[in-house]
């Protein structure tokens, strides 16, 4: 495709994801993005479904490979450039159109400067220290800290991180809201605006147990096992730009 926006990515490139409706949508290495998954994320009517789009524009964009639709391989779904995502927008309502084209503006406008930030103050994992297999081993069996985990990582500003999990600014399945009392295993990872408590479901699910004896000198509540650490490792990238964005934030007076 002749368009640099749509551009395949470099290695270590980071893109920051389409936002719509608090929903965070990525694209793949191609640069494209998954409508079938914008189409049931936001429960949208289901004559307006990808494959239901049949016009010239689709066509045109079928062409040019700014839409295609994958049966097979390791990413099957329906796929599309920023341009192909917006004309789908268009194709569905003028509502949603704006809403997307708004996305991708703030993105490609506001954000820049966020991204290269993220860019000169993240290491990409494949940039780290080895682990080495003692950590491994006590993952299995006593696990580690949160902090002790976010150190190996290499997160940046650990303690604004941690306050980000543990006040529940970035759904985890460490801590929770202390309110939710429903007993469903999407409340694991449900977004809550109040403070947050320990996730008895995220420990349930292997995440992280609780510390040996009475935990008196554990101030998280929390030992990491290898799916936590694995959930950390997964969820770097986005968790460090949310503290950033945090630590960005000044105190209201």
């Known amino acids: 495709m002749s368009n640099s926006t749509n551009a395949p990515l470099l290695k270590h490139e980071i893109v920051l994801p389409v936002v719509v409706d608090g929903h965070h949508f990525h694209c793949n290495a191609d640069r494209m993005w998954d409508l079938n998954a914008i189409h049931k994320t936001l429960n949208l ?5 990808p494959h239901r ?7 045109h964009l079928d062409q040019t490979r700014n839409f295609v639709v994958a049966h097979g391989g390791a990413n099957p779904g329906t796929w599309a450039t920023e341009e192909g995502t917006i004309a789908y927008a268009m194709w569905v309502s ?22 290269k930030a993220l860019a000169q103050d993240v290491k990409e994992l494949k940039g780290m220290k080895p682990i080495n297999d003692v950590f491994v081993r006590k ?26 999990l543990k006040d529940h600014i970035y759904v985890n399945p460490f801590w929770r809201d202390n309110s939710d009392s429903v007993n469903r295993p999407a409340d694991m990872f449900r977004k809550s605006d109040k403070s947050a408590n320990l996730n008895h479901k995220g420990r349930a699910s292997g995440y992280w147990k609780n510390p040996e004896g ?8 929390v030992k990491v096992l290898t799916k936590g650490f694995e959930w950390l490792k997964e969820n770097r990238l986005e968790i460090i730009k949310v ?11």
Do not use: M
């Not at 503290?243 to 007076?253: E, G, H, R």
């Open 243 to 253: 503290a950033y964005a945090n630590l960005k934030q000044k105190p209201k007076k």
């Open 45 to 49: 009517e289901d004559p307006k479904a």
């Open 214 to 221: 009475d935990g008196r000198f554990n101030n998280e509540g």
């Open 53 to 59: 789009w049949s016009n010239k524009v689709r066509e």
């Open 139 to 164: 993952l299995e069996t006593v696990g580690h800290s949160i902090t002790e985990c976010l150190r190996v990582l290499e997160f940046p500003n650990i303690g604004k991180v941690r306050s980000v």
């Open 94 to 115: 003028v509502e949603f159109y704006l809403k997307v084209v708004r996305a991708f503006i703030l993105l490609r406008n506001d954000k820049v400067t966020e991204a």
